[in-house]
Structures are given as C-alpha cells and as structure tokens.
C-alpha cells in the first residue's frame, strides 16, 4: 500500500480575521498547517498540501482550487502513487496520531472509513424559520476529517462536475454517491474544527493541556 496524506489548507480564512491564510495562522507557537502535518507523519509516506495561490512549492505543496473538493482533487492528482488517501483539514489541528491510525485501520476492504462524533444536541429540519421536523438523534453524526479512503474510489467520486464538487461539503458524501461504502470510526469531538477567533482559543487551550 502507498498511503498518501492530502491536506487541504487552500482556505482563505476571511471567518477568522487572520492577515494571511488560515493554515498559516499561528496557534499555539506554531503554523496550524504543522500540527496535522506532525499527527499525518510517520503513517504516511508522503503528504500533499493544497494551498492557496502564490503558496505553491512542487512537488508537494500545490495550488488550491476555488472549492475544497477541487483543492482535494488538486492535491491527490500530484500523488498518482498513492493507493490510500489520508484526507485531513488543516483546519483541524487538534487530530491526533492515533486518530488516524485508527481510521487507517478501519478502512479494511472498504471504500472509506471516517472520523465522526456522534450528535450530542438535538437536531431540527427547519424552513423559514419553522421546524419540518426532528431527526432522530441516536442515528445522528458529527463528520470529521480524517477520511481516508481507497486512493481509486476517491478518485472516481471526484470526477465529477465543478458545481457539485463545490456543493459536497465533505469527500466521503461523493464516496457514497459514486456507491462506496464508508464506515464511521468514533472520534473525540476535541477534534473541532477551527472557523472563528474563539475556535482558536479553545484550540489553544486543548492544545495546551496536552503537553
Ligand atoms: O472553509 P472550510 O473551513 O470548510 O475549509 C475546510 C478546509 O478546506 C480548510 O482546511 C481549508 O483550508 C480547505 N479549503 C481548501 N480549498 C478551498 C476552500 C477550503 O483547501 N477552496
């Protein structure tokens, strides 16, 4: 197996008030690309970051698209070797080594295997401002990266058009259009991901309690 890690950190990170790209950001005295890097070392043999224009340094930091999923696309497209994709968001950097051992671990025959905490709030389908419904939440999860999948499976999701490339909010629902199955592998929900300034001070603070 050649189990290649795809970052996608092509964001620009408006919603956190940086001055540069998110991935960039320093948190917790370093760029929050290095902490996924750090947790994706060691279990992969190579890693492959999507990043924004004017950020690229071949072969493995390539530019970024103008959606996450083309930005995934990019990246795996530069990996023609790789035969497992470890997919993480640099916005994620609180994921842990074992994390995605695990979800490596799951993957077995499958087409996917992904992080995901399962929902602790109640969930509403609302329209205009009125509930549709409850759903129930004992079936109901929180999606993560990592996701890692058969390199191929992944590739063949992605090929498809840029408007839905741009819809799919994450890569295991493309997996599971294109008829993968995916399996869910329970992760801490530490493992945020980091949107706003208070996002980054939680993650400095869990981040901080680890040393
Ligand atoms: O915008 P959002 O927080 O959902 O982004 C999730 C991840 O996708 C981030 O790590 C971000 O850098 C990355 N991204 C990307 N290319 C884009 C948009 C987002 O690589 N065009």
């Not at 074992?98 to 490596?104: G, M, Q």
């Not at 996701?147 to 590739?155: G, M, T």
């Not at 799919?168 to 592998?185: F, H, I, K, N, P």
């Amino acid at each position: 197996l050649s189990v290649v890690g795809i970052i996608p950190a092509g964001g620009s990170g408006e919603r956190l008030g940086a001055s540069g790209p998110k991935a960039f950001a320093v948190l917790a005295g370093k760029p929050m690309l290095e902490w996924s890097l750090e947790a994706l070392a060691g279990l992969c043999e190579r890693i492959v970051v999507a990043v924004p224009a004017g950020f690229e340094d071949p072969p493995d930091r390539v530019r970024g698209g103008p959606s996450r999923s083309e930005s995934v696309r990019n990246a795996l497209a530069a990996a023609p070797e790789a035969t497992v994709a470890v997919v993480h968001d640099a916005a994620r950097p609180l994921v842990t080594r074992e994390l995605v051992e695990r979800c490596l671990s799951e993957l077995g025959e499958l087409e996917g295997a992904i992080a995901a905490a399962p929902v602790t709030d109640t969930v509403k389908e609302g329209e205009d401002g009125r509930v549709l419904r409850t759903l129930d939440r004992s079936r109901l999860w929180s999606v993560q990266t990592p996701q890692v999948f058969r390199a191929d499976a992944l590739r063949r999701a992605l090929e498809t058009d840029p408007g839905r490339l741009a819809a799919a909010t994450d890569d295991a629902s493309l997996v599971e259009s294109a008829g993968g199955t995916v399996r869910l592998v329970e992760a801490p929900p530490e493992n945020l991901k980091v949107t706003t300034p208070l996002d980054m001070r939680i993650a400095e603070a869990i981040l901080g309690s680890r040393c």
